[in-house]
């Protein structure tokens, strides 16, 4: 067997980090429209959890972000002339459509892609599939520079595979990681790709959620399967409960987290729990190892609470066998049944025997918390090797992007600012400068309107 380790890579924040309610069905986004935010703060708490996982032995990386506002989005979209005069003019004709435009929505990085370590493809290489996020218009514009992106950092094709995304429409909606798990005795043995998604787009007689939309599709998980060449039996999908998308479930990391040989999750989370963990024992087989199905009954943590205070949007970080750390967002704290619950969970006799707590209160009024903000990537000591070392973090990194962040980023943004001309120079006078810093080539180049 390989020896393999799981690397975290984080979307930095970018530049212009707002609150603009632009995700119908994720309910932080709604409550939070028109907060000023604070884009300094989002970044540099996004920095500290990258460097403590590095500083707790972990792999971390890090993903750039992109240039926003997206000129070429709205120029495509009819706004024409100077950059500044294309910003004015969707200032005053669609305001929406600017801060759209303006997103700094790549910063969740769960969203990014799916991605398979080697030890579960065909072909032994790590496969990449960008999500092509096509049910909300901010977060579909990412998908290209978000494969520019993964293949400057992954950026050597004995190892890495870079797939583009799936046609954009709703048919193969794929939000990505956010709804993907692996499991696996060890990280460099083959595991168990666990796809769930909200719904079956070319199947009517399935349940589908009726007030917020079910992003994800059956179809979408069954092709990236498909492009990256996994085995059959080694693949699982599941339904997400349309109950609890409509309860603002948007994405399955919201309600379920699975590391190595456990999958934590609400009694609410599936469809059918019974044939979800069937399933996955089936795939699981007779390895030595366990499997345990961590369920947390609604009688102790409602889904409400689960929306609240993102408690499965976390991170579980394995120290060794049946040894991990579980890393959740400040608000699990502010909840009684919650920290209730993460405490007991802590000290009884399962795999997970540690809480770690981050502020993360800038990303989270968005609905992004710690498992949102990274990206999974299983490597060995060969493709660490051959991964961009600019993107990983360590003591320097840290500095230095600390100090990026410091010269380049305002710690007020509101809805009017996102037309200022003057943010647009800003943005791009940064993101050159992270170019050279992380050694990204031509990443951003396309986009220069
Ligand atoms: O897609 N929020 C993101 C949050 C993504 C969270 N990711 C995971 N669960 N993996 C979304 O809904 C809000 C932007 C705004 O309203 O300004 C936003 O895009």
Known sequence: MNKANEANFDGL?????????????????????DQPSNPKEAAKQGLTKMKALADMGFIQG????HERPHIPSLRRLGFTGSDAKVLEQAAKQAPKIL???????????ANAATVSPSTDTQDGRIH???????NKFHR??????TGAILAATFNNPEFFAHHPALPSVDHFGDEGAANHTRFCPEYGEQGIEFFVYGMAAFDASMPRPSQFPARHTLEASQAVARLHGLSENKTVYAQQNPQVIDAGVFHNDVIAVGNRNAHFYHQEAFLNTEKMQQDILSAWGNSAEKFHFIEVPSALVSVEDCVKSYLFNSQLLSHGANDMTIVVPGECQNIPAVWNYLNSLVAGNGPINAVKVYDLKQSMSNGGGPACLRLRVVLNSAEHAAVNPHCLMNDTLYM???Q???????????????????????????????TQIMQLGSVYDFQKG
Do not use: Q
Not at 13 to 30: C, K
Not at 414 to 430: N, Q, V
């Open 13 to 33: 924040v970018g530049p212009t980090h707002n609150y603009s309610g632009l995700s119908f069905g994720n309910v932080a986004s709604l409550n939070n429209v």
């Open 62 to 65: 890090v993903l750039a972000p």
């Open 99 to 109: 801060a759209a435009a303006s997103s700094a929505s790549c910063m969740w990085t």
């Open 128 to 134: 990449f599939t960008p999500a092509n996020l096509v």
């Open 140 to 145: 579909s514009i990412e998908h290209e520079t």
């Open 400 to 402: 230095t992007l600390n």
């Open 404 to 434: 990026w962040v410091d010269k380049h980023y305002r710690d007020r943004l509101i809805e009017k600012d996102l037309a200022d001309p003057l943010l647009l120079m800003e943005s791009r006078t940064a993101l050159d400068e992270l």
